[in-house]
Antibody
Framework: QVQLQESGPGLVKPSQTLSLTCTVSGGSISSGGYYWSWIRQHPGKGLEWIGYIYNSGYIYNSGNTYYNPSLKSRVTMSIDTSQNQFSLKVNSMTAADTAVYYC??????????????????WGQGTLVTVSS | SYELTQPPSVSVSPGQTAIITCSGDKLGDKYTCWYQQKPGQSPVLVIYHDSRRPSGIPERFSGYNSGNTATLTISGTQAMDEADYYCQAWDSSTGDFGTGTKVTVL
């Protein structure tokens, strides 16, 4: 059974960079083919897609990234196959970034007319508060 | 970003059918997923690619997408289905979520 677990600071000061890590167990990131995703949820609000990093499994591929355009200028995602982890960095944090941050594993389903990526496995989420 | 609008709330009696809508410009040209989130828990995928159910999801959950609206239908709604539901649309490698709908089973 695949499990994901977020880790990182619960409190970040304004203007600082948030660094979160998602550790995957029960499956290997290096096998490729999945879309390792980050989603956040502001307190009492809806879900916001942050982006994903896709690992093809090819040894020389460090991962292709796709970000929410509204966050793209501040977000970086990466994969560490040796640790079976993937990470999220968000710079220039403000109070508006206070949220529960989730990591998830996505599987792509394609037909001739398009695709969807179902996020079938989620971490439990970690609350990040931005405050001085 | 792409806007997806859902009704804030839907109420349904046990055993009846709940229909949750998700509206967006030419949404039928994209593919949608639906997630169920209960209080204090992580979301659970209930529908992907408009109408496909992941293994373990009951048959009472079904989805459809056409025109500007996608729908999630819960047939024979049970008390355990009370939760928030979110649609998500995929296009050009971005996946925007809808505003969310709280389903109350009265």
């Amino acid at each position: 059974q695949v499990q994901l677990q977020e880790s990182g600071p619960g409190l970040v000061k304004p203007s600082q960079t948030l660094s979160l890590t998602c550790t995957v167990s029960g499956g290997s990131i290096s096998s490729g083919g999945y879309y390792w995703s980050w989603i956040r949820q502001h307190p009492g609000k809806g879900l916001e897609w942050i982006g994903y990093i896709y690992n093809s499994g090819y040894i020389y591929n460090s991962g292709n990234t796709y970000y929410n355009p509204s966050l793209k200028s501040r977000v970086t995602m990466s994969i560490d196959t040796s640790q079976n982890q993937f990470s999220l960095k968000v710079n220039s944090m403000t109070a508006a970034d206070t949220a529960v941050y989730y990591c998830a594993r996505g599987a792509k389903f394609s037909t001739s007319s398009g695709f969807s990526i179902g996020l079938g496995y989620w971490g439990q989420g970690t609350l990040v508060t931005v405050s001085s | 970003s792409y806007e997806l609008t859902q009704p804030p709330s839907v109420s349904v009696s046990p055993g009846q059918t709940a229909i949750i809508t998700c509206s967006g410009d030419k949404l039928g040209d994209k593919y949608t997923c639906w997630y169920q989130q209960k209080p204090g828990q992580s979301p659970v995928l209930v529908i992907y690619h408009d109408s496909r159910r992941p293994s373990g999801i009951p048959e009472r959950f079904s989805g459809y997408n056409s025109g500007n609206t996608a729908t999630l239908t819960i047939s024979g709604t049970q008390a355990m289905d009370e939760a928030d539901y979110y649609c998500q649309a995929w296009d050009s490698s971005t996946g925007d979520f809808g505003t969310g709908t709280k389903v109350t089973v009265l």
